[in-house]
């Protein structure tokens, strides 16, 4: 069965500083798609990046960078110069089962908490 | 404004009072699912549709039933709610089976 483990329950910075926010996935299946979500105090779930396995390439888009290994099977975000506005519960999530399930059987990780205080 | 829309966004029930939480979107989307999230647990899928009349289970499915009868509603039902099933739902639209899914704003279920 796919698994998604997001082993920091929370994490504490100050603003300015680097963060990174890990993400380990389990799965036997060679084509799959990972996401992650930010879910803000305000409750909205909020799409971030989506990645696929045949995609190893990382990613930069302005502060918030992801690191895809293939090897390690890991996806972990990181969010350089925090701010306070990026305070919020981030999920990672796996979808897997091919055309079957349209890729639609989605599995979520337990969420990091991230509380950036100035 | 492309949107996910659930109602009711608060709802207290006693238990085995039947209900339903509505989803629609305006996106033409053919996909849509349900999440409940719990403390501790994130969110975990209950249930998901590909197309009209194509729905499966997720990893929750028990206590729950949907339909698809229309593309744009994916209603949940609870005909028998018990206190385990108080939590935030979470229904969500995309466009495919691999592009990002929007969700909607939440339903907030207590079962007393």
């Known amino acids: 069965a796919q698994k998604v483990t997001q082993a920091q329950t929370e994490i504490s910075v100050v603003e300015k500083e680097d963060v990174t926010l890990d993400c380990v996935y389990e799965?036997?299946?060679?084509?799959?798609?990972l996401f992650w979500y930010k879910q803000p105090p305000s409750g909205e779930l909020v799409f971030l990046i989506r990645?696929?396995?045949?995609?190893?390439q990382n990613e930069i888009s302005g502060r918030y960078s992801w690191n895809f290994q293939k090897s390690t099977s890991s996806f972990n975000f990181t969010i350089t110069a925090s701010q306070v506005v990026d305070s919020a519960v981030y999920f990672c999530?796996?979808?897997?089962?091919?055309?079957?399930?349209?890729?639609?059987?989605?599995?979520f990780g337990t969420g990091t908490r991230l509380l950036v205080s100035p | 404004e492309a949107q996910v829309t659930q109602n009711p966004r608060y709802l207290i029930t006693v238990t085995g009072k039947k209900l339903t939480v509505t989803c629609s979107q305006n996106?033409?989307?053919?996909?849509m699912s349900w999440y409940r999230q719990d403390p501790g647990l994130g969110l975990r899928q209950i249930y998901y549709?590909?197309?009209?009349?194509?729905?499966d289970k997720g990893d929750v499915p028990e206590g729950y039933k949907v339909s698809r009868k229309e593309k744009r509603n994916f209603p949940l039902i609870l005909e028998s709610p018990s206190p385990n099933q108080t939590s935030l739902y979470f229904c969500?639209?995309?466009?495919?089976?691999?592009?990002?899914?929007?969700f909607g704003q939440g339903t907030r279920l207590t079962v007393v």
């Open positions: 969500a639209s995309s466009l495919s089976g691999t592009s990002e899914a929007f």
């Open positions: 799965t036997r299946d060679t084509t799959y798609y």
């Open positions: 990645r696929n396995s045949f995609d190893e």
């Open positions: 999530a796996l979808s897997e089962g091919g055309m079957n399930t349209g890729f639609q059987k989605l599995v």
């Open positions: 996106m033409n989307h053919e996909y």
């Open positions: 549709s590909m197309n009209v009349e194509v729905t």
